[in-house]
């Protein structure tokens, strides 16, 4: 399978599943897959004002501030800051989780995997690394600040442009500012 590049320009944003904000999906699989059906999902959210999240029953979460000074999340009446840009939180979407926000509007990157069909795992890179995904596994490379490029396909990465690896894959990708780096795996099957 090609790797598939994936542009912010082509996104088309869509309200959030309790109807408090707007996000962007990046992919998601299967593909086309909503909010009740996906296996995994990765999205850009504007988060304009503090209030709940939205629960996902089975789900499992990691989310980044890519913009603005950050957030307060209190998961089942435990608060964690969450303030530093680029630093991955990962935490259950099946919990009662409020979010304050630190004084401003916020963008998040939110991964999102049903715990019984998938794992996530999301690295921060700053410069060149190769992309070779095991089997069983996808790669999701997400620009966040900057620009990345391909080395082998000549392609280059705008800020919250995206290319999806599949196993078989390689490339190599050198970074120009701040990429994540999300590692899908199935649990067998899937």
């Known amino acids: 399978m090609a790797l598939q590049v994936l542009r912010a320009q082509d996104r ?5 599943k309790n109807g408090g904000g707007v996000t962007s999906e990046v992919a998601s699989h299967p593909e086309g897959a909503g909010t009740d059906d996906f296996v995994w999902r990765v999205s850009i ?42 630093e991955p939180f990962a935490f259950p979407g099946d ?10 509007p916020i963008v998040d990157f939110n991964v999102m995997v049903r715990r019984a069909e998938a794992t996530a795992g999301v690295r921060i890179v700053r410069d060149r690394f190769a992309v070779r995904p095991e089997a069983g596994t996808c790669v999701l490379a997400v620009v966040l600040h900057g620009s990345a490029a391909l080395g082998r396909e000549s392609v280059r990465l705008d800020r919250l442009d995206a290319v999806l690896f599949a196993e078989g894959d390689a490339e190599d ?11 899908l795996a199935d649990r067998g099957g899937h």
């Open 12 to 16: 088309t944003p869509a309200p959030w």
């Open 45 to 86: 959210a504007d988060v304009a004002q503090s209030g709940p999240f939205s629960v996902f029953e089975g789900v499992d979460r990691i989310i980044t501030v890519v913009d603005g000074p950050g957030m307060v999340l209190t998961i089942d009446g435990t608060s964690h800051e969450i303030a530093a840009p680029y």
């Open 95 to 104: 919990r009662d989780t409020q979010c304050e926000l630190l004084g401003g």
């Open 173 to 183: 990708i050198a970074v120009d500012g701040v990429l994540a780096l999300v590692t």
